[in-house]
């Protein structure tokens, strides 16, 4: 009897230790209590769970990314070869390419041709935006915020689409819209694409022009100084400059630099300070000095870079919500087509 109910204490006293009725406090070591600030498993927040209106247009379908056809079509290599497709990719209306009555350059004018139909960006917001997920209209809003014309780039003869594809890939992401290709010899522009752009080419404003005169017409007209990248005894320093000033920046040839008719055509000749033993940088990188010092400089001077006023801001976002998928013109089609139905309401 005595052995049984030995036996037995030792059994129940197992099993406490394993149902543990009384645990004491666990310390993590103190080389992991910086991992255990975030609970390992969070509940679901409804600000986490991404959502979509469809009760705007029921019938057509969400926009989605686009898919890697699609975007293969937008390469830089592709667009520079296909003129009509550079056209083509920006959606709203155009001003003439010399406009002189315009104090300050605008491309877009308010409508969107839909057929024999025309939409005010006003109208392509209604139709596209209730189908975008919030965080993806968040950031194209963001972005048109700090968008401006005021300062542009050119890249003259470059032979190179890596390159070509780099400044571009530069002047998005510093918040430069219009960007400018010159090429001398339209019979071999380029070499293989090497394609470092992640897609810039899409968001921006390109423009082909044959020649530097060709160019650097149009955009005095439009009101910018032309700024051409040069190392001499003339050139001013990038620091010097008043970048307030709408200004059209231009890189050269990666072997030959900016050709003679561009010098001699252009307003005035700047150069990047050197501190070292080269006296240059590859073509690329000092496309990306020069126009992150003028978004510096501006918001140093004006507050901010992107200076696009409240009617230039909703065109612009239009625009871009145009150009986010294929099925957003789909979408503003239908939504013209229902507008082109609707009974004329009489003004009282």
Request: glycine share 4%; hydrophobic share 40%.
């Amino acid at each position: 009897m005595i052995a049984c109910n030995t036996l037995i204490r030792a059994h129940l006293s197992n099993l406490r230790c394993k149902l543990d009725l009384n645990p004491k406090p666990f310390f993590f070591p103190l080389s992991l209590r910086l991992l255990t600030s975030v609970p390992l498993c969070n509940r679901i927040s409804s600000c986490r769970i991404r959502t979509r209106s469809f009760s705007a247009i029921p019938e057509v379908a969400p926009l989605e990314d686009e898919s890697l056809e699609d975007l293969a079509k937008d390469t830089v290599e592709h667009l520079l070869t296909h003129q009509d497709d550079v056209a083509r990719l920006m959606k709203m209306e155009r001003r003439s390419g010399m406009d002189i009555h315009s104090k300050r350059w605008f491309p877009y004018l308010d409508r969107f041709k839909c057929g024999s139909e025309s939409l005010s960006s006003r109208e392509v917001i209604e139709a596209v935006a209730p189908v975008l997920m919030e965080e993806r209209k968040e950031r194209l809003k963001r972005v048109v915020r700090n968008r401006s014309y005021s300062v542009c780039l050119v890249v003259e003869g470059l032979c190179d689409f890596g390159n070509v594809s780099a400044t571009f890939r530069s002047a998005d992401a510093l918040g430069l819209q219009s960007v400018h290709v010159v090429s001398c010899d339209s019979s071999k522009r380029y070499r293989e694409n090497r394609h470092v752009s992640m897609g810039a080419e899409k968001w921006l404003d390109i423009e082909l022009w044959n020649s530097p005169k060709e160019c650097f017409k149009v955009l005095k007209s439009r009101g910018y100084r032309i700024a051409t990248t040069h190392v001499g005894m003339d050139a001013v320093s990038i620091y010097d400059m008043d970048w307030s000033r709408p200004t059209a920046i231009v890189v050269g040839n990666e072997n030959r630099g900016i050709s003679d008719e561009a010098l001699e055509l252009s307003d005035l000749h700047c150069s990047i300070p050197m501190k070292g033993m080269v006296d240059s940088f590859n073509v690329s990188v000092a496309a990306g000095i020069v126009m992150h010092h003028a978004v510096c400089d501006r918001t140093m001077h004006l507050g901010s870079h992107g200076d696009l006023n409240e009617d230039e801001s909703q065109i612009l976002l239009a625009e871009f919500l145009l150009r986010h998928n294929n099925s957003s013109i789909s979408i503003a089609n239908e939504y013209a087509k229902r507008k082109a139905h609707m009974p004329l309401i009489p003004r009282l």
